[in-house]
């Protein structure tokens, strides 16, 4: 049984920060590093209007040159705090830490990262949360390693116990485990009382196995804010009627369906022939605000309305997006937060 002592907080409770890791010319942004720097630059504009942010930085040359270029769009440098750690790669979802408040202290857990199955190099952020722990970021926060291949945004709690996820990206991890072994699993180191699993939703240009974050999200008062599609002529149309389905059949724990906020489609965005995965789902809730992830798109106003509506009292801050699905992920993949009280 969950110990009640410990629990995994919701993204919407008061955070310290917002953890980064800074692109450079070693990552896989080299080809359009420009382009992907406006968009981490506009990412910390936006979060620094709320809170702090933490950023990665592989050593004192990035770090001087991303201290420069945020200074000179007039970030806030008293909100940003530049820490240097070696990392493959910038998709701190899923190769940061797993927070879990465990009485007047924290608990991270650090799950095995192997860049989604094995497709990547991973050997330096699969490290991360070691060093950055070494490093005394995180107080005196207990780390716990654990030995099974995880990924942040595979997983999505309310904060009350229960987790929401997706079959098809666990299993494909762990082939070998069923899905009872699998619950009894999460709902074990992550201190949950029950798992919520997701049989369809999957983006083209998405290469996470169908990640939880980039389909459907919790929200305050038994909500779920979810990618709809209402193009019938579109690919995803099938799949993701099936997902929203699969959706309105969930029960919260005392039996009630949830209330349902279906997020708009955006044109397809095509680039060198690949198709990208343009999801809304794939937003970031800071202190007193929701950053959306922005395609210029027709939809992203629309976007904007469900998530005012689903996060009352929250500005609704967009961010654009459209370079960093180049590389299959959007905003919320690139970023964690760090609960109130951790750095």
Known sequence: MPNADVRFPAEWEPQAAVLIAWPHAGTDWAARLGEVEETYIALVAAITRFQPVVVCVPDDDVETYADLRLRSNRVDPAQVRFVQVDYDDTWLRDSGPITLRAGDGFRLLDFRFTAWGGKFDA??????????HAQGLFRDAARERIDFALEGGAIETDGAGTLLTTWHCLHARHPGLTREDLGARLAGWLHQQRVLWLEHGALEGDDTDAHIDTLARFAPDDAIV????????????????????????????????????????ARPVIDEGRRLAASYANFLIVNGAV?????????????????????????????????????????????????????
């Not at 961010?319 to 970023?335: A, E, F, M, Y």
Request: aromatic share 8%.
């Open 123 to 132: 050997g330096r952020d699969d490290r991360l949360v070691e060093r950055l």
């Open 226 to 265: 979810f990618q709809a599609c209402d193009d019938a002529a579109d690919a995803h149309y099938a799949d993701l009627k099936a997902m929203a389905d699969e959706i309105a059949a969930l029960r919260t724990r005392d039996g009630r369906p949830y209330r349902l906020f279906p997020l708009p489609w």
């Open 291 to 343: 950053l959306m992830p922005a395609y210029g798109d027709p939809a992203d106003a629309a976007a904007a309305a469900v998530l005012a509506q689903a996060f009352p009292g929250r500005e609704i801050v967009p961010v654009p997006c459209r370079p960093l699905i180049w590389q299959n992920g959007s905003l919320h993949c690139i970023t964690m937060q760090l609960p109130e009280g951790l750095v």
